[in-house]
């Protein structure tokens, strides 16, 4: 059990990545936080797969909403060992129709959402902790039909650089995880045929990847095990972007 | 049980890498050069864990040897290697101006021809058994450059492209190609640099705060070797307590 007793939050853990590691660390043997914005019944259901005590309503927009779950957290389990800042939207568009709505709801989410969670851990998470943002193979590579997504996936990579210098002495590692396509409901949902045709052609394992794909070092940048890795991205693409 | 093998084991972190796996239940074959009696003193320390260990004594940069060494330790084990770390390295402070030819020669030899001999030698069975991983162990010097190191510096960079080359033409076959650029941890080949003056100043400007320690390093190459890591290939782990990002 290389977890075992941590608390960790897992931001969109109702389904997905999220889901996903939220299973990979109750394996594991963490009390894992279940959040989710608008998927109420899948969030529960993961909730009884992972034994999850705390099943949260959470919308990183709001800072409001933010603060009042990490206390309930906290009057839970008085403290907080791992988040993975994982929640995500993505509003697919050639760069010339992006609109600027798209635009902001994106990064509102998916780069200040991850700015709000982790200026509000900080009074929570202990010293040796750990903050796992998810990034993602649009960030690293500026995926050519989701301009607004792949500037907040960059951004919040260069937001855990930023962090890891902040919180190096208090020993918390905060790291980024950076997922490529992954087989799902997501990746149907965005990716048209010749996207994916295109996404294919770049990886050099010729498939998607599994969500469960993601756990692997999800778990590892959770445990003690990854105590001098900080401010690196971990990218799980199949060679998709080999950096 | 199919084998791991690492080369450079009988010392530093290839021996910490040879001993956790080990304990771990993996059979381990590592090389050493010239060092028979550290060898033989990891045999003892291993002789009772949970996989089996066999050492062979190996010069990396001389094809014969490797394949001799290989030989060994496929006879041994009754099994391919599956799992291939290419630890052993050599480093040298120099100014610039002063590395010679010689130098310059010996230092890729060993750093970054070993590595290439190595995994010329085993991909072929990878690719029979669909399944492989290679793990070179690199350093931070490969990706930031080294004040009196550049002989190092280049054959460490060197070793990088070498793994994203062998990630692009055989992770189709299963063959998983992964580095470690490891930032600073107490071994012989940095003690010297880590007790000095600007060594000292270098740990403090590290966000963490301290070098690295053994175990730390040990967990990720685990990781690396397993199932846990398929979708990884082509990759450097950083190891730097965030000297260096990515």
Redesign the interface.
């Known amino acids: 059990m290389r977890l075992k007793d941590k608390v960790c939050i897992v931001t969109g853990s109702s389904r997905g990545i999220g889901e996903s590691i939220a299973k990979g660390y109750a394996d594991e043997g963490a009390k894992v936080v279940i959040t989710y914005v608008s998927n109420k019944e899948d969030a529960f259901k993961v909730a009884e797969n992972t034994n999850s005590e705390l099943v949260l309503q959470l919308d990183v927009r709001s800072r409001e909403n933010i603060k009042e779950v990490f206390q309930k957290v906290s009057d839970k389990y008085g403290h907080v060992d791992v988040l993975v800042n994982n929640a995500g939207v993505n509003r697919t568009a050639d760069f010339d129709k992006q609109t600027e709505e798209e635009w902001d709801e994106v990064i509102d989410v998916d780069l200040t959402g991850v700015f709000r969670c982790c200026q509000e851990i900080l009074p929570y998470i202990k010293d040796n902790g750990r903050i796992i943002n998810i990034g993602s193979l649009s960030g690293e590579y500026g995926g050519p039909r989701t301009p607004s997504y792949a500037a907040a996936k960059m951004g919040v990579m260069a937001l855990t ?1 930023c962090l ?2 902040f919180l ?2 208090r ?1 918390i ?1 905060v790291n980024c995880l950076s997922p ?1 396509v992954v087989a799902g409901e997501f990746t149907e949902q965005t990716m048209s045929p010749d996207v994916k045709e295109t996404a294919l052609s770049l990886m ?3 498939r998607f ?2 969500y469960e ?5 999800a ?2 940048l959770a ?1 003690d ?15 998709a972007w ?2 | 049980m199919a084998a791991i093998f690492v080369t450079g084991g009988s010392k530093g972190i290839g021996r910490a890498i040879s001993l956790h796996l080990c304990s771990q239940g993996h059979n381990v074959a590592f090389s050493y050069n010239k060092n028979k009696s550290f060898a033989e003193s990891l045999l003892d320390e291993a002789k009772n864990f949970a996989g089996k260990i066999f050492a062979v004594p190996m010069q990396v940069e001389n094809r014969k040897s490797v394949q001799q060494a290989f030989s060994a330790t496929k006879q041994n084990f009754n099994s391919n290697i599956e799992c291939l770390i290419n630890n052993a390295a050599i480093s040298q402070e120099k100014p610039f101006l002063e590395i010679t030819d010689d130098d310059w020669k010996n230092m890729h030899n060993v750093n970054l021809l070993g590595p290439f001999i190595c995994s010329q030698e085993v991909i072929p069975e990878m690719i029979k058994s669909k399944w492989g991983r290679i793990i070179n162990i690199s350093s931070i010097g490969g990706q930031w450059g080294g004040f009196n190191q550049a002989h190092y510096a280049s054959s460490k960079s060197g070793l990088i492209n070498l793994t994203r080359t062998i990630a692009k033409i055989y992770s189709k076959d299963g063959i998983l190609s992964n580095a470690i650029a490891i930032g600073l941890v107490d071994t012989d080949m940095s003690s010297a640099e880590i007790n000095r003056q600007d060594g000292k100043k270098k740990i403090d400007g590290i966000p963490i705060g301290r070098i690295a320690n053994m175990e730390e390093i040990t967990s990720v190459v685990e990781f690396l070797c397993s199932e846990s890591s398929s979708y990884i290939t082509g990759q450097s782990i950083n190891l730097n307590g965030g000297m260096y990002f990515s």
Request: charged content about 15%; proline content about 3%.
């Open positions: 650089h890891a210098r190096g002495p020993n590692c490529g050099l394992i010729k990847a599994r794909e993601m756990v692997g070092a778990v590892y445990s095990e990854s105590s001098y890795v900080t401010a690196q991205t971990i990218s799980v693409n199949g060679g080999v950096r």
